[in-house]
């Protein structure tokens, strides 16, 4: 009967006392993520630079049309 209650009072005890073992987790990183990653964000970049630019030259062909017509 003793050794029913400590094994019960040491499976309840358990799930609120943190245990002393270190857990290391080593993080590795693939360099081919990574470079497709740098290419993707590059070529997102190069379309916005390009929205960008034909967005503003609508913008002035339309202002220039509405001001000098």
Same mark, same amino acid.
């Given at each position: 009967?003793?050794n029913?209650? $400590? ?10 006392? !943190?245990?002393? @073992?270190?857990? &290391? @987790? #080593?993080?590795?990183?693939?360099i $081919? !993520?990574? *470079? $497709?990653? +740098? =290419? #993707?964000?590059? =070529? ?6 390009f ?5 503003? #030259? &609508? %913008?002035? /062909?339309?202002? %220039? *049309? /509405? +001001?000098? #017509?």
């Amino acid at each position: 009967m003793k050794n029913l209650t $400590n094994s019960l009072k040491q499976k309840l005890t358990s799930k609120y006392t !943190v245990s002393d @073992t270190p857990q &290391t @987790t #080593s993080r590795r990183t693939d360099i $081919n !993520v990574l *470079l $497709n990653r +740098v =290419k #993707s964000d590059k =070529k997102q970049e190069t379309r916005k630079k390009f929205y960008f630019s034909a967005a503003a #030259s &609508t %913008g002035l /062909i339309l202002f %220039g *049309l /509405i +001001v000098f #017509s």
